[in-house]
């Protein structure tokens, strides 16, 4: 049974906490996104737990947190359709070469780094099953390297816009690559997510591969095709993006999460698959993403960090064995994303310090982090203590991508390109 007044506090106290840790983080350089991602971490077991276990108890029981949690997964779904909506295929035009080469590799190299650390941790961080067994090693296997490649587009759209960088070279080639990075990840991430579900089942895993190529051709395709006519047909009638609109799209995403989450491959990918195929031409992507994002990011997503925070318990990682895992994660995640893209860019044409500059943008991880781990968690294929390691990644990651992008353009302020640089 619903406790209203319960959920009501919650939500109270979740939301002022991430506007209050938003604005304090925002004034010391960082982007917003950091200060709710620690906010929600403080809520949890990790801090306020810690310090005081019995409000803990209270305010978020264990056996009444089901409503939060409903809260938190509807607003990732939207929050998916949205970075969908805002993938933009235009961004690669003159740009395709080097945007595939450093995407690629910045997906390539970390997902071969988690490969590599999968095998040595294995059997004390992996996760179980629904039937009590130890997740296998491949689908283990596979999830690391995918948690490894995943890039925060955006948080990495904010923090150039924050920067005033958006429009530069840098910026136009950065948004690019991680469009590419965003879009790859989320197909190798279903492919995992098809792995741990059909288990040692072959023929299951097959018949979701087959179906999910399916559905994906067929929407990509038909989909976008009978969006664009019924696209046209609102143009005649009003230019205006009503909220009957806004309804139909929300109602397009949630069919299609169904739809993919009903043939093994989770919901997130159906919602993000629902943005892209959005009109682009008439700029209705553009408009719905406006509408959604507002609502999105000042109320869903501070309940979704608060939600991985109380699933995170930073207690877990104790003594020097686990932090060195702890610490192995976080600098292969750096060598990897941050090395892998700037020696790529470098390798296509891009001075030094535009490369290494790229390369501290594409080694954002922020919320898309999050999400790939809770998906990871819920399917049981990484353990609680894996999890805090990972957040503690995604958290490192973000963090430092100001320091570094302003540490690179101080000292090679060209590096962005001219101010007036077309991102065309």
Request: hydrophobic share 60%; net charge positive.
């Amino acid at each position: 049974m619903l406790d209203l007044s319960l959920l009501l506090s919650q939500l109270l106290v979740i939301l002022l906490t991430a506007r209050l840790a938003g604005y304090a983080l925002h004034r010391l350089g960082q982007p917003r996104v950091i200060g709710e991602i620690a906010a929600g971490i403080a809520l949890g077991p990790s801090v306020l737990g810690r310090f005081a276990p019995d409000a803990v108890a209270a305010l978020f029981p264990s056996d009444r947190l089901l409503p939060l949690a409903t809260l938190s997964q509807l607003g990732v779904l939207l929050f998916m359709f949205a970075v969908g909506l805002r993938l933009d295929r235009g961004m690669l035009r003159g740009r395709a070469r080097t945007a595939v080469a450093v995407s690629h590799a910045s997906i390539a190299v970390p997902f071969a780094f988690g490969a590599a650390i999968a095998p040595w941790i294995h059997p004390a961080l992996a996760g179980t099953t629904a039937s009590g067994a130890t997740t296998p090693l491949l689908p283990f296997t596979l999830f690391l390297g995918a948690a490894m490649s995943v890039t925060a587009f955006p948080v990495l759209a904010r923090i150039l816009t924050d920067r005033g960088l958006l429009g530069t070279r840098l910026g136009a080639m950065a948004v690019a690559c991680a469009a590419v990075d965003d879009a790859t990840a989320w197909c190798i991430l279903a492919g995992v997510v098809a792995v741990a579900r059909a288990g040692d089942a072959l023929g299951s895993f097959a018949w979701t591969l087959l179906a999910a190529a399916a559905v994906t051709t067929l929407v990509v395709t038909a989909g976008r095709r009978a969006l664009g006519s019924l696209d046209r047909w609102r143009i005649r009638r009003t230019a205006e993006v009503g909220s009957e609109v806004v309804g139909a799209a929300v109602l397009l995403a949630l069919a299609t999460a169904l739809v993919t989450e009903s043939i093994g491959i989770h919901a997130l990918f159906g919602a993000f698959l629902a943005g892209t195929i959005v009109p682009r031409e008439s700029g209705l992507a553009r408009e719905l993403a406006g509408r959604v994002e507002p609502v999105v990011e000042t109320v869903f997503l501070p309940i979704f960090f608060a939600f991985t925070g109380l699933r995170t318990d930073i207690g877990l990682v104790s003594g020097a064995s686990m932090w060195a895992v702890c610490v192995v994660i976080v600098v292969a995640a750096i060598a990897g994303k941050l090395g892998a893209s700037a020696v790529a860019a470098r390798l296509t044409g891009a001075p030094w310090p535009e490369a290494a500059a790229l390369g501290a943008l594409m080694n954002t991880r922020g919320l898309m982090e999050l999400v790939v781990l809770n998906v990871g968690l819920e399917l049981g294929v990484i353990s609680r203590a894996l999890f805090a390691m990972m957040v503690l990644m995604a958290v490192v990651t973000t963090a430092m991508t100001t320091p570094l992008l302003q540490l690179v353009l101080r000292r090679a302020p060209t590096a962005a390109g001219a101010a007036a640089a077309s991102a065309a």
